[in-house]
């Protein structure tokens, strides 16, 4: 992936991006009064997963405009919401279902469409993957409250010990991932990850993914992470890390998406977490590169 020539300017950017994630950036284009839908290629299925609806002042846009993008909003029939089994089984049987020969996935209460996507392919190509991930900062251990902790007190219980010792195996899929990116671009000690709240997937390979996924699962938890684990991000995090080709990568570079949140308006353009801080980090590196090629 090549880097982008843009500004450090993030009110100016934000409506460049193909789509945006995270509550703040939602409540600044609500604020803004954004009401645009773009167009989404026909090949897209852009799919969302609540047990709340009406979460998100976009979707009902989205609902209403069949001419522009092909939008499944699933609404689960159920009180408790659990951020793993629940936005990965559902997704998994319904794309089953369809024609489209991509998926992009959003998260119902912090996502926004925010320009055309015509050439789902090419965005895929840029970073030479099946599954484009949003980026967010540094390396996080996703937890929540509404994640069941039954394959953690099942692993503490069998072997005697703390139900923390589950994830130990964790750190070293955490280190190869960062690793892998960083020989992509030169950004030690910084890192991304994937966020898994927003991507674009080819249809037919994220079924193969998301199979894996329920399977890890459904295993018993005593065997230690992924086994048992039902958090999607982690479990996600884990599939990257299986997939030694690079089939799963995240858009380190905000080419595509962008992560929000209230201090993402306010860092300055040297700080690593600007949103353009790894996108000219590129630029540079591939200046470099041109003017060794001339001496």
Known sequence: MNGI???????TE???FKVIH????VSYLNLANFKHVPNISKD???????????QNYLIQLYIDSPDKLNFKYIILDKLHFECGRDLIEPL?????????????YLDATDTALMTDINDPQSMLDAYNCKILFNAEDSYTFPDHPCVPRDHLKRFGDFHMCPQGYYYL?????MYENTIRLQKLIKCAPYTKSLNSGLFLGERIFLIEA??????YMNMDPI????YGEVENQKLWQYVQYTYENGEIQVDYLNAFFLWLHTAKFNFLSDSWEHFNFFNKMKLNEERELNENKLL
Do not use: A, W
């Open 92 to 104: 998994l049987e319904y794309i089953k279902t369809i024609d489209e020969k991509y998926v992009l």
């Open 169 to 173: 195996h964790r750190n070293v899929i």
């Open 14 to 16: 934000i409506y460049n």
């Open 44 to 54: 897209i299925r852009v799919v969302m997963i609540t047990n709340m609806p009406h």
């Open 223 to 226: 065997r230690g992470f992924p």
């Open 210 to 215: 998301l199979t894996k996924m329920v399977e």
């Open 5 to 11: 020539v843009r500004s450090d300017d993030i009110h």
């Open 22 to 25: 995270g509550g703040c950036g």
